[in-house]
């Protein structure tokens, strides 16, 4: 079956998921896009043999040639997106966040909930990359490393790009677009949620922005009481570099590093460390959304759902209050509903 | 475009390659079928929808709804499949070898260079390798690694295996199965031909059948002198390792563990090796295969052809008289025709 | 010249050193010894030609045939010994702590700085551990490796240990006998000091005492704002592991894995961890020894002193109130007299 | 017990021995020196308290104030200031080789089995090595990494060194001088004497002097059949690297490099490769010496021993004709003495 995909915002991170439907993956079709930029809506289209632009995303949604919904548009946007498209019937995957508060993640669980069947799936990538994933066997004890790391108790996690844009990106902004994919892979990892956070304020970088706190430490404390630290540097200048190590009561997993080849030149041997995010992560994308279309052409939904982007919403709320505060903030969570048992 | 492929053996590899066109690879599909074991080519063809059965090669050649080959049948077929799909202007991918002499490789060459244009691509998918790619663009300097290493002087490779059947594998198959994949490699590293093999015959693994040479040392003179020495081993026990390491004037490059995480336990820190060869290298195949269905879709050829066949059966060739010999043995090939000159 | 060394304590840590004196160093010999236990003390003499055994550790730094002394007692008896060797006129090393209170460490510098010269070298091994010298010169960019670190941001440390025994080791000791390694080297490193402590408990491990809270987490905020974490687990099962990682504005350098050789078998690479401290550490010690029998011998002082041990026991004393408390807990430190201006 | 050592050659292997008995190892000064150049020998003699200057090797080895002897002249001068040593009973440490000739060897054995005891220490400090000392330690199954290596099979090395002198620096010296490092480790290693030999000729380096054949790759025939290749590249370039991997039925253990930290700087993330021999072997150096001073003191001999010194040396001889012929050329050597059964 092909799955005839609509698309919704086509910046630099949903001309990219077009790019995989029609040219990496497959089972997937684009079929029609929307952008509040309609002339950069119209030159996309212009590429791809058949697809329709349409002037609002309800147009695009309610188009009997779109199977289903991909949402790239801005965080704003997602609510009322995704509502349309549950309201439609037809499955949406929608870029982090699905929506920018707690509160309307809840709206979205709420509708998706009255349709009697799983519809969303958010782009919690990291899920995918082939890294999380062998680090996960290993804690469940189901790879030939996993033997004996016992029960996990610590986490030690590192976010670092080489930089970003001195204008534009805030010191909130390590929190809502970095640290949420650290928020949503721990949660992922342990299976269970995040009951608190703080955030620690180290020396600044000279290399960031005046205005900027960075690199920052968050402190997310597990239900279980499992630790993570998570350093958060977004002006690291040496590379797109993403670690973490759990520390179990009698082993530890790490990811590796992920060079293919060990140079040794000039009295020094090593690898190469990835320049952004896209060389890191470029196959975590193209699995996941490889994984969403064959559920929807299956009819199922086994990504990270509603649940997911809710509780990301709810402990990104804390953090950014932890930010504010300087003080250990709890997480507050509604009760995870039946519906979303299988969500984690 | 859609590229349809009609599959001739359909044994393990050519299932694979049907599962790889049909759920991981974009452009393709498979409309037919053939195998020497009819009910077996029924069985392969019961689950393709739309996918018809063929008595002979010849039959499912000359099926209309076929645009482009796929020959994983046996070695000695190979030949006649592949002179079919030239003499019916489909294009053809041939798993290796080519075929089994050079002199019916010089027919299928001279048979491809009649119609005027490459028709033939030859599955040797390590040169779609990632840490492959890494260090050939070490090597040419394109990468941030590849700094300084100047001219190529020699190589070691090792390509080792857990073990293979008791009954079946001979020694001579080390060579023409195994190394045949260094063989072609260090061509396309070195862009140079390799002028003379060398075989020697180390101490024997008592895990290795009675009458196999297990390990063997492979010594390829290329046509510079680069000298490259190529451990094979395949009944190694421990796990399914490809290694490499080119040593320039200036600094080497060697291909990395490619383990996705690090695991400490028991006093011992490390990571995996892989289990099998697809295992390792599933994504070389992925991206073969993906190459020559653009390729064919875009009317071209890109990947390893008819001359990288030849070679490799003149090379192979001289490594088994050269392991019969004791000697080390000259390679002979024809002048290269102009119509290769980009197949290196 | 030969320095005469009396030892003042012959538990495990004593003997280490007499055996380390007399049997791996150069320009030492042990010619007296004391302990409370006065039939332990005529043991380790037996074996050592011409060691006298005092009955007092008075009487054994009174000994004419006494150079310099070696202090290995518990550490409640460190401040009178130290301040016996001081009146003394006899130069003397402290293992560890120099005394157990800031207050006691003071009077030890009040009487040092008396005599107008510096006396007094403090048991903090890991400032010779090859490891942390390199860390610190890719630091100040004296190594090939130190270019372009920047300035310092963060440091993430671990230190862990297989097991402590169930009974007698208490989570305070993790803070005063482990973490102290870590508080004296981060000053070193940094070359300023600590100006407060946080502790955090996560989930326990299984394996720890029934009323230990092990792991513990320690941050330490330097003067200039950098942040070290340290994660301290005491009964981590899988080996001795002491990992320090600092983060500096373009770079970052690490302490390496350090095992000798890298095995492969049964489908994973690596190497070992070590066993226990002496495995990792012994290289340490031996430099560390050294370096004072030629300090002694050249009239000098080179290590770390006083000041040192002072610090270290203000920042122990602040880790254990924060440790109670749950609370972010200032250090506070006297100023530092210019006699020990290159203390750090 | 004080042994006290005369040294015969004080150039700067010679100076540097002078430099670990003094300064860095136990049990051991140096009373005695001698060398053909007078001058120099009056100058070290000058910062060493109480020593003599003797005009020849003869005085020296006479001299009543000299226990046991170190040989570091040239090798021409070394056996018959070695036989003389055996004559005056004294115990001597020779650096390699221990004679040029096999021959010269011989007599060597025949004057020490002549006063029945071990006498002669050879430099081949590789053996004290802890990354060969772990390598063999897992080969014999005696460490942690040993489980299931199997018997040995082949033995890749490779032996780097950043640049050699553009004159007097010879291709036979590649074999004499540097190979006979691996020559005499892979005897120990394997506990069974070198069979035959072959030399291959590479493509040259253009950083080698123009009539250097740089590098070289030995091929080592063990008795058993384990094959050894030995890189040996004197022009390295990029720094001083010594590698080692021996492939087993079941297992692999390599050398490990051996840096103390990790750096991640500029896209790249890796350790240091050391700068000459030194840097990678000094503690190797002092082990060695270490280990002959204790035997020494002790009355007994543990060491690489005359008759290492002799199949080092008909090897060596071998490789030299191989070189020449370019033909696999066997060793011959005289049976084994009873007397050196436990030289290996």
Request: include cysteine.
């Amino acid at each position: 079956m092909n799955v005839r995909v609509g698309v919704i915002g086509v910046g630099m991170i949903g001309q990219d998921h077009i790019r995989r439907i029609t040219q990496v993956l497959t089972g997937g079709s684009v079929t029609a896009v929307n952008d509040v930029d309609a002339a950069r809506a119209g030159q996309v289209a212009a590429v791809l043999p058949g697809a329709s632009v349409h002037a609002t995303a309800q147009d695009l949604i309610a188009d009997g040639n779109v199977d289903a919904v991909l949402v790239a548009s801005w965080g704003p946007a997602h609510e009322e997106q995704v509502l349309a498209a549950i309201g439609a019937g037809k499955p949406v995957f929608c870029e982090k966040p699905l929506a920018p508060s707690s509160a309307a993640c809840q709206r979205i669980m709420d509708a998706e909930m009255a349709t009697g069947r799983r519809m969303v799936q958010v782009g919690f990538m990291r899920r995918y990359d082939a890294g999380y994933r062998a680090m996960k066997a290993a804690l469940d004890g189901a790879s030939l490393e996993g033997d004996g790391l016992g029960a996990p108790l610590l986490m030690h996690c590192a976010h670092r790009n080489p930089s970003v844009p001195d204008y534009g990106f805030t010191t909130d902004m390590i929190i809502s677009d970095s640290a949420v994919h650290e928020i949503d892979v721990v949660r992922w990892l342990f299976g269970e949620e995040i009951a608190a956070a703080s955030v620690l304020r180290p020396r600044r970088s000279g290399r960031a922005a005046a205005d900027m706190q960075d690199p920052l430490v968050l402190l997310l404390e597990m239900a279980s009481g499992v630790l993570v630290d998570d350093e958060l540097f977004l002006n690291a200048q040496y590379g797109y570099d993403v670690r973490g190590e759990i520390v179990g009561e009698t082993g530890t997993v790490a990811l590796a590093d992920v060079s293919e080849v060990t140079v040794r030149t000039a009295n020094r041997h090593g690898g190469r460390v990835p320049v952004d995010w896209r060389d890191r992560f470029i196959r975590a994308y193209d699995a996941e959304l490889q994984d969403w279309l064959n559920a929807v052409a299956a009819g199922t939904s086994t990504g990270p759902g509603s649940w997911d982007g809710y509780a990301a919403a709810a402990v990104t709320g804390s953090c950014l209050e932890a930010l504010r505060s300087g003080q250990r903030t709890p997480v507050t969570l509604a009760e995870r509903p039946e519906f979303y048992a299988k969500a984690l």
